[in-house]
């Protein structure tokens, strides 16, 4: 599967950015997915995710409320919707495709695919 990410930028607090993630190569609907990001000097980590069975979604503490994680399978595309944005949130945004169980859906050495990062600025 290979995947490209889009729809990073520059908005200021408060503000939305829609990420989105195409795949192609294998059958998208066949695998759960995930979106992470790497702030500066920081370690990489979970933003949301969404098991292939589809149904319900999983995100990180920091942003729930605020993002939504969807997907639409005939379109092979992956998004996340970001409110609500805030300086913190400022990272290179990662999305990803795998089968991970629900145990490790949170943890990126699960996901089998990534595709490259977009970058997120949120200014104050």
């Known amino acids: 599967v290979q995947l490209q990410a889009s729809g990073g930028g520059l908005v200021q607090d408060g503000g939305s950015l829609r990420l989105s993630c195409a795949a192609s190569?294998?059958?998208?609907?066949?695998?759960?997915v995930g979106w992470f990001r790497q702030a500066p000097g920081k370690e990489r980590e979970f933003v949301a995710g969404?098991?292939?069975?589809?149904?319900?979604?999983y995100y990180s503490d920091s942003v729930k409320g605020r993002f939504t994680i969807s997907r639409d399978n005939d379109k092979n595309t992956v998004f996340l919707q970001m409110n609500s944005l805030k300086p913190e949130d400022t990272a290179v945004y990662s999305c990803?495709?795998?089968?991970?169980?629900?145990?490790?859906?949170?943890?990126?050495?699960?996901?089998?695919?990534w595709g490259q990062g977009t970058l997120v600025t949120v200014s104050s």
């Open positions: 190569g294998r059958t998208f609907s066949n695998y759960g």
């Open positions: 990803a495709a795998g089968n991970p169980i629900l145990s490790e859906l949170m943890a990126a050495r699960a996901y089998w695919y």
């Open positions: 969404l098991r292939k069975s589809g149904g319900r979604t």
